[in-house]
């Protein structure tokens, strides 16, 4: 895979990436479950061109593929994740899904299946969660307040906390392409969300999409979908009260916002 990919250094691994990114040189390395999802991926970023933002590019192997026996390749970027940003974190987002507006929406994303997507067709589609109870029980308070929301969908960056880096002359840069097909103020919504739970901004992340068309609809939405995913990592990984007492916190905090 290594010889594929044009490396010659030993890889070394980079911290996150829950153990699946590797450095080698200037390339990063990155453990892919969906080769087609990931050769999509590295085909929308490289053809998005920016001036403000930094968009590490992807790497092709020898024979011109994206994928290499359940890896891909992209240049490694020196960024590293500044706490307290997320205002500039939300723009960021923003000025990508302005580039990548027009992108339509991949095949792939009729195929895949896992407790992301799962949770997301829950915050969207009305599929019931499963897991954890408790969790479940969380969600159903958050679908009970759920209204129509008429915007139109695109391709967005899911996961922009922790994703959204900065360099040495401080340009964003943007890492771990997350794709999903919603309105692209969802994600503002989620950065809102795991700001709140996670990365100690205080109930006033909670007004962050005051300005935003069905902005409380899309935070409740990002809830459930944090939610609906933690209900099934419960299941499967076994029960974390810390992890519910955030999450019932969440709940509250959205339930007084919409009283």
């Given at each position: 895979m290594l010889r594929a990919f044009g490396i010659t250094q030993t890889p070394e691994p980079l911290p996150g990436g829950a153990g699946r990114s590797w450095r080698a040189g200037g390339v990063v390395l990155?453990?892919?479950d969906d080769a087609e999802q990931a050769a999509w991926i590295a085909q929308t970023i490289t053809d998005v061109v920016s001036e403000s933002l930094v968009l590490p590019r992807p790497t092709p192997s020898a024979d011109g593929t994206w994928t290499v026996d359940g890896?891909?390749?992209?240049e490694y970027v020196e960024a590293h994740v500044v706490p307290g940003r997320w205002h500039e974190i939300i723009e960021a987002?923003?000025?990508?899904?302005?580039?990548?507006?027009?992108?339509p929406r991949p095949d792939w994303m009729d195929r895949t299946d896992d407790w992301w997507r799962r949770a997301d067709q829950v915050a969207w589609n009305g599929r019931l969660a499963v897991g954890d109870q408790s969790l479940v029980v969380l969600v159903d308070r958050l679908r009970a307040s759920c209204a129509s929301v008429p915007l139109a969908s695109q391709i967005i960056h899911a996961d922009l906390c922790g994703n959204v880096l900065f360099d040495g002359h401080d340009r964003p840069v943007i890492i771990d392409f997350s794709p999903y097909w919603r309105p692209a103020e969802w994600a503002s919504a989620i950065v809102a969300i795991d700001a709140f739970e996670w990365e100690g901004a205080g109930p006033g992340a909670l007004e962050w999409l005051d300005g935003v068309a069905y902005g409380d609809q899309l935070l409740l939405r990002a809830a459930m979908f944090r939610i609906a995913t933690s209900a099934e990592v419960a299941a499967a990984h076994g029960s974390n009260p810390a992890k519910y007492a955030v999450h019932r916190a969440t709940v509250e905090a959205l339930m007084q916002r919409l009283l």
């Open positions: 990155k453990a892919v890896w891909t390749a992209s987002g923003r000025a990508f899904h302005v580039l990548i507006e027009n992108v």
